[in-house]
């Protein structure tokens, strides 16, 4: 099947701040039609993005839609709006998601519902509603998810954060394996420790043995030295979008710098 030409329309959820609000910037100068999405909370910062993509992309367009991913009726709304305003959706990124620390004998249902229902509900559901259209469209289309290089190998307290993840993995193979007769890729990618508000948060939660700061300890691990930036994950996800990535599907790959090797 020869490739298709570069997809137009993208949904970015989690996109006001952080990787996704890079993922949604890079997709925007890669010439795509960008749906910004993240919680009502957020809405100051979802327009700051729209306003710096109108910027960058002044042939384009934008549009923020308010979701709580782990809601189907938000969901299946974000997708129906981008269908009305863009007459349909060729990239879904899946990129919201939560994390928190707790050593395994202290994790509570609570802590772990809410873990999975952003980290896993969510992407299946930004998943399944971003498949019906592409499917319906007949014209093939790129599915992204969040996962983490917590995903590929389990650490201590991070049992609920990293369970999660490695759901993600499953789910986007299994995607891959259904919706591959449609057209449709499914892929994923696999931060390290990477410069973001969320790492930052987790850093005052976590308690290492040794009482040293846990980022200094990632940085040290990695084979660069260093933490990464959000522009870097968002350069690789620019390329799962793209045409370039037509002949991919059911990978997760990892960004983190030389900690994890496959």
């Not at 060729?90 to 994790?107: F, H, K, Q, R, T």
């Not at 390290?192 to 969320?198: D, F, Q, V």
């Amino acid at each position: 099947m020869p490739p298709k030409s570069q997809p137009k329309t993208a949904i970015v959820t989690g996109a006001a701040q952080g990787i996704g609000r890079a993922i949604a910037i890079q997709l925007a100068r890669d010439g795509f039609d960008v749906v910004i999405s993240d919680l009502a909370s957020k809405q100051d910062l979802m327009n700051a993005v729209a306003e710096e993509i109108l910027l960058i992309n002044t042939e384009g367009q934008t549009l923020v839609v308010p979701a709580d991913v782990s809601s189907e009726t938000d969901v299946n709304n974000l997708v129906a709006k981008t269908k009305d305003v863009f007459g349909g959706l060729d990239v879904m990124v899946a990129n919201a998601g939560i994390c928190s620390s707790s050593p395994i004998l202290d994790v509570t249902v609570e802590e772990w519902d809410n873990i999975f229902s952003i980290n896993v509900r969510g992407v299946l559901l930004c998943y399944q509603a971003a498949a019906r259209l592409m499917i319906q469209q007949k014209r093939g289309g790129r599915i992204i998810g969040a996962s983490s290089i917590a995903g590929k190998k389990g650490g201590g307290n991070l049992s609920a954060y990293s369970a999660s993840k490695f759901a993600v993995r499953s789910l986007t193979q299994s995607a891959a394996c259904e919706w591959g007769a449609h057209g449709i890729t499914v892929n994923a990618y696999a931060p390290g420790t990477i410069e973001t508000p969320m790492l930052h948060d987790a850093e005052a939660t976590m308690i290492t043995p040794s009482g040293a700061s846990h980022i200094g300890q990632l940085k040290a691990s990695t084979a660069l030295g260093r933490t990464g930036q959000p522009e870097e994950i968002a350069n690789f996800v620019a390329m799962l979008a793209s045409e370039k990535s037509g002949y991919m599907t059911g990978q997760t790959i990892t960004i983190d710098g030389g900690i994890w090797f496959d």
